[in-house]
């Protein structure tokens, strides 16, 4: 590579960071929809023609990480040709799926969830809005851990102390 602007560019870009998830297939899509339903998440798909990750779905992946759950499916993949057949999609687009907060319909069957699908131009402005309207205010955070909260408690406790023998 040389030193010009557009290699630099590229370089750049393609070392930006990226929390898509890929979608290879019905048991990673499972997946992802299962981490989706555990956080409490949107997911936000994206059906794209090819396996390349668009800039700007990694420039909205690292803003709105932990807000929203970002899932790229490609066309290309053999098996994620029932995944497009599913939510009904030819060629590229982006739906959101809203949370579903009940556990399921009557006699175990899963309720389908109302899909929004983006059918507005493509500009990073736009996406920006499209994606601030439907993920959620504030970052989910993961849960401590038991080890976690008895190091705080203990932390917390010498500190006590130390303030205990400072005083005398």
């Given at each position: 590579m040389e030193r010009k602007a557009d290699d630099m560019s590229s370089f750049a870009l393609d070392l930006m960071p990226s929390f898509v998830e890929r979608v290879n297939g019905p048991e990673d899509f499972e997946k992802f929809k299962t981490k989706a339903k555990k956080f409490g998440l949107p997911m936000m798909l994206f059906f794209s023609e090819d396996r390349r990750i668009l800039?700007?779905?990694?420039?909205?992946?690292?803003e709105f990480?932990?807000?929203?759950?970002?899932?790229?499916?490609?066309?290309?993949?053999?098996?994620?040709?029932?995944?497009?057949?599913e939510y009904g999609v030819r060629g590229q687009s982006l739906l959101v799926v809203p949370p579903s907060f009940t556990?399921?319909?009557?006699?175990g069957v899963p309720e389908q969830p109302d899909v929004v699908v983006y059918d507005g131009r493509w500009s990073l402005h736009r996406?920006?809005?499209?994606?601030?309207?439907?993920?959620?205010?504030?970052?989910?955070?993961?849960?401590?851990?038991?080890?976690?909260?008895?190091?705080?408690k203990e932390q917390a406790e010498s500190e006590k102390k130390e303030k205990v023998k400072t005083e005398l």
């Open positions: 800039n700007e779905m990694k420039f909205l992946s690292t990480r932990r807000r929203v759950l970002i899932a790229q499916i490609p066309f290309s993949k053999k098996e994620n040709k029932n995944i497009f057949f556990d399921g319909g009557e006699q996406l920006q809005s499209f994606f601030s309207e439907h993920a959620l205010t504030s970052e989910v955070k993961p849960k401590p851990t038991e080890k976690a909260k008895q190091e705080d």
